[in-house]
């Protein structure tokens, strides 16, 4: 769907869902524990789900306290699916790994491409939810 308007955007949220986010966060935090210790695997997981969606929830609770007209499902969606390209960088980088072998610079340039794309969906996001003058 090519980016049309702010309020196009918004009205598309209407249609919200929760299982994309929640597959997306699953897949990161099973990802990144994989490769943590067996002590620390158990807390890896819980970490990255919980920073999240708690942190999903802390936006939203900024956004409607800035006067943006969001729902927490709403933000739920829209900031679970900007972590996809997070949790496709892991994938790609195990996989890189598995079968050639990594170094550090690919590991390095493939997550930061990643955070600045997701940063820059979620900002987009959060600018189309509240009103222009309170930002």
Same mark, same amino acid.
């Given at each position: ?6 309020r196009e ?8 869902d ?30 990255v789900?919980?920073? %999240?969606?708690? *942190?999903?929830?802390? /936006?939203?609770?900024? +956004?409607?306290? &800035? ?6 499902p709403q !933000? ?13 960088a ?8 598995? %079968?050639?072998? *990594?170094?550090?610079? /690919?590991?390095?340039? +493939?997550?930061a &491409?990643a ?6 969906? !979620? ?12 930002r």
């Amino acid at each position: 769907m090519p980016y049309t308007s702010n309020r196009e955007t918004i009205e598309h949220l209407r249609d919200w869902d929760l299982w994309g986010p929640l597959i997306v966060s699953l897949t990161l935090a099973t990802s990144l524990s994989i490769n943590a210790t067996s002590t620390n695997a158990a807390v890896v997981f819980s970490l990255v789900f919980v920073v %999240l969606w708690a *942190g999903a929830v802390v /936006v939203t609770l900024n +956004a409607q306290l &800035l006067g943006g007209r969001v729902s927490l499902p709403q !933000s739920v969606c829209m900031l679970g699916y900007s972590a996809f390209p997070v949790c496709a960088a892991r994938l790609c980088i195990g996989l890189v790994e598995t %079968l050639v072998g *990594g170094s550090r610079l /690919v590991r390095f340039g +493939a997550a930061a &491409l990643a955070l600045v794309w997701a940063t820059r969906a !979620s900002v987009l996001f959060v600018e189309e939810a509240i009103p222009a003058k309170r930002r």
